[in-house]
T-cell receptor, first 108, second 114 residues
Framework: AQRVTQPEKLLSVFKGAPVELKCNYS??????LFWYVQYSRQRLQLLLR??SRESIKGFTADLNKGETSFHLKKPFAQEEDSAMYYCALSMGAQKLVFGQGTRLTINP | EAGVAQSPRYKIIEKRQSVAFWCNPISGHATLYWYQQILGQGPKLLIQFQNNGVVDDSQLPKDRFSAERLKGVDSTLKIQPAKLEDSAVYLC????????????FGPGTRLTVL
């Protein structure tokens, strides 16, 4: 069955420290993976997608098919990065399966 | 460009009552989704429409949930009768048809069933 696992429900780091939010997936086909983010009092929105191979707000994520992972990284955390982060897997037909989410808190 | 609109934003009902949620997607977006997000979990797809046709409703509890998108634009999601476990945020999202397009989400409707 298709599944997305985010092992950390809560993650707290200090401003300026590196951040890594973990995401592992289970899917027999060719995966398309995304990170969505929800800032306080805002809507869920796309942060980045692996197919674009882009860096958004200093975040990057590399698809590792061998480890079935798509971890989100940022070298220097900023206070405005505090939010809920969801990893999502597309199984085709534009259908997404979301992980449970990680609440990231950046301490000053 | 206007975003996805949803109403109401909050709803409190008693179990066994009925409730309906409304969604207006971004203009021109052919694909519309309803998700259920229970506290502490990620969004779970309930139903996906392409224009006014259902693409996937495999996770929709059809004994109590129904959804329609009659003219291929607005959509309504109904629960009848509601159970305590239906307490959740109901999210509507839309996207352009085809490819791995970004899904745009509405603000959600927070349902509390007492």
């Amino acid at each position: 069955a298709q599944r997305v696992t985010q092992p950390e429900k809560l993650l707290s780091v200090f401003k300026g420290a590196p951040v890594e939010l973990k995401c592992n997936y289970s899917y027999s086909g060719s995966p398309e993976l995304f990170w969505y983010v929800q800032y306080s009092r805002q809507r869920l929105q796309l942060l980045l997608r692996h197919i674009s191979r882009e860096s958004i707000k200093g975040f990057t994520a590399d698809l590792n098919k061998g480890e079935t992972s798509f971890h989100l990284k940022k070298p220097f955390a900023q206070e405005e990065d505090s939010a809920m982060y969801y990893c999502a897997l597309s199984m085709g037909a534009q259908k997404l399966v979301f992980g449970q989410g990680t609440r990231l808190t950046i301490n000053p | 460009e206007a975003g996805v609109a949803q109403s109401p934003r909050y709803k409190i009902i008693e179990k066994r009552q009925s409730v309906a949620f409304w969604c207006n997607p971004i203009s021109g977006h052919a694909t519309l989704y309803w998700y259920q997000q229970i506290l502490g979990q990620g969004p779970k797809l309930l139903i996906q429409f392409q224009n006014n046709g259902v693409v996937d409703d495999s996770q929709l509890p059809k004994d109590r949930f129904s959804a329609e998108r009659l003219k291929g634009v607005d959509s309504t999601l109904k629960i009848q009768p509601a159970k305590l476990e239906d307490s959740a945020v109901y999210l509507c999202a839309s996207t352009l048809a085809g490819g791995y397009n970004e899904q745009f989400f509405g603000p959600g409707t927070r349902l509390t069933v007492l």
